[in-house]
């Protein structure tokens, strides 16, 4: 199987910046995509931020435009997330999540990880 480690979480000031950083491990052939996603109590998992293991397309939710960057490190089978303008907003569980698509569902990715806090005060 297919294990996903996020790290890179914590507490940090309104403004300031994180970056996550998601290892993928055991059978990762096959995968196709990579995905950040978030869920702060009380409400649903969305999506922050997809890639593909090759060529360059990405995704980014709106409200994170401009903030956020998803980059990748095929040969690490490493996805890192680059938090910036950090808001109160933002307060989070993060998830890395691997598919075999590009897909757009949180029903289309096979493997999860254990999500990453981030916790952005005013």
């Known amino acids: 199987q297919v294990q996903l480690a996020e790290s890179g979480g914590g507490l940090v000031q309104a403004g300031g910046s994180l970056r996550l950083s998601c290892a993928a491990s055991?059978?990762?052939?096959?995968?196709?995509?990579m995905a950040w996603s978030c869920q702060a109590p009380g409400t649903e998992r969305e999506f922050v931020a997809r890639i593909y293991w090759c060529g360059i397309s990405t995704y980014y939710a709106d409200s994170v435009k401009g903030r956020f960057t998803i980059s990748r490190d095929n040969a690490k089978n490493t996805i890192n997330l680059q938090m910036n303008s950090l808001k109160p907003e933002d307060t989070a569980v993060y998830y890395c999540a691997a598919a075999r698509v590009w897909g757009s569902r949180i029903s289309d990715y096979d493997y999860w990880g254990q999500g990453t806090q981030v916790t952005v005060s005013s």
């Open positions: 055991g059978r990762t052939f096959g995968l196709y995509t």
